[in-house]
């Protein structure tokens, strides 16, 4: 009984490693629950391979050269997964008209690109990247067609490392009055609409939620409250934003704001095919059907965007015969459809994030970070890819619908701070998933059997692919410090 117990789920398993690799990005993916008591001790994570000493500790060493003083040429990046953090490489360019875009146009003089004051030590050297890069050899950078891609990142510029714990501010109070917060995307702004459709990328069942309100398991997926939930509360709406396919949702419960994002999709029509997830289509359609319910949309609503994290992960899974550049364009294409789709449906303030450091989730790290589990830097440089083209279509758009308040949201390097500062930041571990088999830890399987972590605040990732529910707090409120100040 209990070897064929453990054969199906080895089955099961394998099934998971092999034929749904591309569910890899589907954490939380239960194919079917354990059909045994458990806990099923044999199938605990096999302890981890013994990994080589120092792992735990961020690499210290300075990857990138020390800052030039001066204006830097405009030449190609020597290192492409290198280029995010350091400050050198973005220098104030007056008068170059792709500077600005990153600002919502409407306010009149901002210096935005200068990160918000924050009493940081600048470090001596720039500060390490993620995950040290593999031997340059073994990643000759992509050819970059300059000078497009030589041009700075036109993104708010990673804040130098800090090296001790500091608080963040609390919001700031009488701050923006936001009536209502709308989200799209995947599931770092799904809620749990994924409970009510037919895929297996679900999250409503123990341990998610474990640290949830009434420790219920909501779909959301991480241990607890995830981004919308603590902006919401930010701007005083709710505690919780709930999911559109809610069917139980007041009219009150609509009018303050829904998520209609689903965990798992993306921009590609394909990863939502991989993943039986909702299209931005799907998304904009279940949007009017919410308009007529609650009439008009106010110009302070915030809407929130927040895709494409999938759509890398299904680059680097599946051929697509395109290249990562031609990839990212396609994205970025994909995602100003949508935003302009919302302008034509109402919309009049909108956040649209780019993608996080794919690269940097404990699944890609195991799929392609080498022995050592480092940061996948083909994941991070398609991001960055992906981001810059993002921001810089942000910026026209800006220019092309004057009443409309769109900013970008550096989601990188947001989310970059936590996993390279994880201990600065209380974290014991920046890398793995606190939920999930360790050992085989390619698929995101992270369900009543697994190996959980007795303490998710210690840990920067929940399973192998989401935040836990700290680190989303901690990124939350940095956000709040950064993009405050565009949101009227
Ligand atoms: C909706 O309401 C019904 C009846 O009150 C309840 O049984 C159900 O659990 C609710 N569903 C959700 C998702 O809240
Ligand atoms: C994605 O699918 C929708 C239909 O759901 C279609 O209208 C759209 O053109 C597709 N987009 C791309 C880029 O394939």
Not at 18 to 34: C, E, K, Q
Not at 104 to 133: D, E, F, M, N
Not at 379 to 406: D, T
Request: include cysteine; glycine fraction near 8%; aromatic fraction near 8%.
């Amino acid at each position: 009984m209990a070897c064929a117990t453990l054969s199906l789920l080895d089955h099961l398993l394998i099934t998971v490693l092999l034929v749904l690799a591309r569910d890899i990005i589907t954490a939380g993916v239960v194919i079917a629950p354990p059909p045994t008591p458990l806990p099923l001790p044999w199938l605990r994570a096999p302890s981890p391979t013994p990994r080589p000493p120092g792992l735990g500790a961020p690499a210290r060493t300075p990857l990138l050269p020390p800052p030039r003083t001066g204006t830097p040429p405009l030449t190609p990046l020597p290192r492409p997964w290198l280029e995010a953090p350091s400050p050198a490489r973005v220098p104030p360019r007056l008068g170059a008209p792709s500077r600005t875009p990153i600002l919502p146009s409407p306010k009149p003089p901002r210096t935005p690109i200068v990160p918000p004051p924050q009493k940081r030590t600048p470090p001596s050297s720039p500060p390490p990247w993620l995950g040290a890069p593999l031997p340059s050899s073994l990643f000759p950078p992509p050819p970059l067609p300059p000078p497009r891609l030589g041009t700075p990142l036109p993104t708010p510029l990673l804040p130098p490392p800090q090296y001790a714990a500091d608080p963040p501010p609390p919001p700031p109070m009488g701050g923006p009055k936001v009536p209502a917060l709308i989200a799209f995307g995947d599931s770092i702004v799904d809620t749990g609409n994924n409970n009510y459709l037919t895929t297996v990328v679900k999250a409503n069942f123990p341990p998610y939620g474990r640290e949830y309100p009434g420790h219920k398991a909501t779909g959301r997926f991480s241990d607890g409250k995830i981004t919308v939930d603590f902006l919401a509360s930010a701007f005083g709406l709710k505690e919780t934003l709930p999911p559109y396919l809610n069917k139980n949702l007041t009219l009150e419960d609509l009018k303050t704001g829904v998520s209609f994002a689903s965990a798992g999709s993306g921009y590609n029509n394909a990863t939502c095919r991989t993943s039986s997830t909702m299209t931005i289509e799907r998304q904009l359609q279940l949007f009017a059907e919410y308009k007529a319910k609650v009439g008009t949309i106010s110009e302070r609503a915030l809407f929130v965007v927040c895709s494409g994290s999938n759509d890398i992960v299904e680059h680097f899974t599946f051929a697509d015969s395109m290249t990562s550049p031609e990839y990212a364009e396609m994205m970025a294409r994909r995602a100003i459809g949508l935003v302009e789709a919302l302008i034509g449906q109402g919309a009049r303030q909108i956040a649209l994030t780019g993608a996080p450091p794919v690269g940097c989730v404990p699944s890609q790290r195991r799929m392609a970070g080498g022995v050592r589990t480092q940061c996948a830097t083909d994941r991070n440089q398609l991001a960055l890819l992906f981001n810059r083209k993002l921001s810089l279509e942000v910026a026209k758009l800006s220019g092309k619908y004057r009443g409309v308040n769109i900013f970008y949201v550096d989601l990188y390097s947001i989310v970059a701070d936590v996993v390279q500062r994880y201990q600065a930041l209380g974290f014991k571990d920046g890398k793995d998933a606190c939920c999930g088999y360790v050992g085989l830890a390619v698929g995101p399987l992270c369900n009543v059997g697994s190996r959980t972590c007795p303490d998710p605040s210690k840990y920067v990732f929940w399973d192998s692919y989401h935040p836990t529910e700290r680190a989303y707090k901690i990124m939350i409120d940095d956000f709040l410090r950064r993009y405050t100040r565009y949101i009227h």
